[in-house]
Nanobody, 121 residues
């Protein structure tokens, strides 16, 4: 069974840092683009950062310069390093990845269950 498992969320003070991890596990043939989104209470889910299989990245304007997305293709894992955190970064963070489970599988987007990040003093 293929799944994405996030970790690294928690409570942090404003100005602090957290590193989120998301591992794709199961019978995986290949991993395409990976990314992180977040959903704050009462708001719609928004894209935070994305990274292609070759390492090209993109970021939401609100996190550019503070967050860094990276991936370890050998571990099928994507990371989100979050620095200079602000209270408005408080949200449930979800990772997603385009996965193939076999050479003939056209692939589909999988999502993790989310990890809560709370920025508060």
């Amino acid at each position: 069974q293929v799944q994405l498992v996030e970790s690294g969320g928690g409570l942090v003070q404003p100005g602090g840092s957290l590193r989120l991890s998301c591992a794709a596990t199961g019978n995986i043939f290949s991993v395409a683009a990976m990314g992180w989104s977040r959903q704050a209470p009462g708001k719609e889910r928004e894209l935070v950062a994305g990274i292609t299989s070759s390492g090209s990245t993109n970021y939401a304007g609100s996190v550019k310069g503070r967050f860094t997305i990276s991936r370890d293709n050998a571990k099928n894992t994507v990371y989100l390093q979050m620095n200079s955190l602000k209270p408005e970064d408080t949200a449930v963070y979800y990772c997603n990845a385009g996965l193939q489970i076999g050479p003939l599988d056209p692939g589909m987007d999988y999502w993790g269950k989310g990890t809560l990040v709370t920025v508060s003093s």
